[in-house]
């Protein structure tokens, strides 16, 4: 990265887009605390976060951020539900208290009805819900998330934008979003562009362009 400088506010959805191998996803993997940084610092909610030592700062992520990446990674032998809740039981959430907010956040993102299949038996759409189900339970501050409708039919990537808007709204959660659609990108408050690793608009300069959810 070459001297990156953004802010995002809370309850804001941002697009960063550009094209391939600008950086997009390790800027998103530096801003979360995935990848470490040299120099400068990132602050969430007030938090220095390349401040804490490893098992603090994967702690951090657990309670506060939420993600979404285009291949799902839900683990295959597991049940959408079983995935949707191994975030709480990792943050040491009593299992009873996990399936429950597990079951009502696969409600909120349509999949009450599929909640004890594989991710086998459930289509790309039904998949990535359960992933942005997993992404929400621990009620998050912010939600990363790395080309969520790259893998995905026209179709189905518009009822998956939908559904982060319609989250964005109702729970003021803040979503960073990178990827390669236009179409993702107008939907979002404003987009942020990249040109070999560094950002060359942050969406508020002159000339760029400040988009409205909807």
């Known amino acids: 990265m070459n001297g990156a400088d953004l802010q995002v506010q809370r309850g804001e959805m941002v697009a960063i887009m550009g094209p391939s191998g600008c950086g997009k996803t390790t800027l998103l993997n530096c801003l979360s605390g995935l990848d470490e940084i040299d120099s400068g610092e990132v602050l969430i909610e007030g938090v220095v976060l390349h401040d804490f030592p490893d098992d603090e700062r994967s702690d951090y992520r657990a309670r506060r951020m939420g993600f979404v990446f285009q291949l799902y990674n ?16 990792v943050s040491g959430v009593a299992a009873s208290e ?6 009502e956040i696969l409600g909120t993102v349509g999949l009450s009805q599929r909640a004890h299949h594989l991710p086998a038996a459930l289509s790309g759409g039904e998949r990535q819900r359960a992933t942005i189900a997993r992404a929400l339970v621990n009620q998050p501050t912010i939600v990363w998330a790395d080309e969520p409708t790259g893998d995905l039919d026209s179709e189905t990537a518009d ?10 709204r109702s729970n003021g959660q803040t979503f960073v979003i990178v990827t390669h659609s236009q179409d993702v990108g107008d939907r979002a ?11 060359v608009d942050d969406g508020h300069a002159s000339g760029g362009k400040a988009n409205k959810v909807g």
């Open 74 to 89: 839900l683990l295959p032998v597991l049940t959408a539900v079983e995935n949707v809740e191994m975030p709480l039981l």
């Open 98 to 103: 996990a399936r429950q907010r597990s079951l």
């Open 159 to 168: 009822q998956i934008v939908d559904l982060m808007i319609d989250l964005n």
């Open 189 to 199: 408050h404003r987009i942020v562009r990249m040109r070999d690793g560094a950002i």
